[in-house]
């Protein structure tokens, strides 16, 4: 499975953006997909996951009720609506295919991997 993240930019806090994770391989369709942040200075954070079926999510607690994640799997492509940003949320963001149904929030789970969007919210 090849990942290609798209859609980052720079925004004012309490704006929205919406990323796309394209892929690429008959994987996708039985892959959970997670999206990930990595902040200067930081370790990479878990932000949210779906099933290969699109009927479980989830989400770390400090994007719940602000981000939705979705899948499209006719169009291989993953989507992470980010609602009501904030500085903090500013990062590089990727995108990541895992094939076992474990690990929801630890990257050493994930099988592939796509390069990130950068998201910048100013103040």
Known sequence: VQLQA???????????????????????????????RQAPGKEREFVARISWGGGTTYYADSVKGRFTISRDNAKNTVYLQM???????????????A??????????????WGQGTQVTVSS
């Open 6 to 36: 798209s859609g980052g930019g720079l925004v004012q806090a309490g704006g929205s953006l919406r990323l796309s994770c394209a892929a690429s391989g008959r994987t996708f369709v039985s892959a959970f997909m997670g999206w990930f």
């Open 83 to 97: 609602n009501n940003l904030r500085p903090e949320d500013t990062a590089v963001y990727s995108c990541a295919a």
């Open 99 to 112: 094939t076992r149904p474990v690990g929801v929030g630890i990257p050493g789970f994930y099988d592939y």
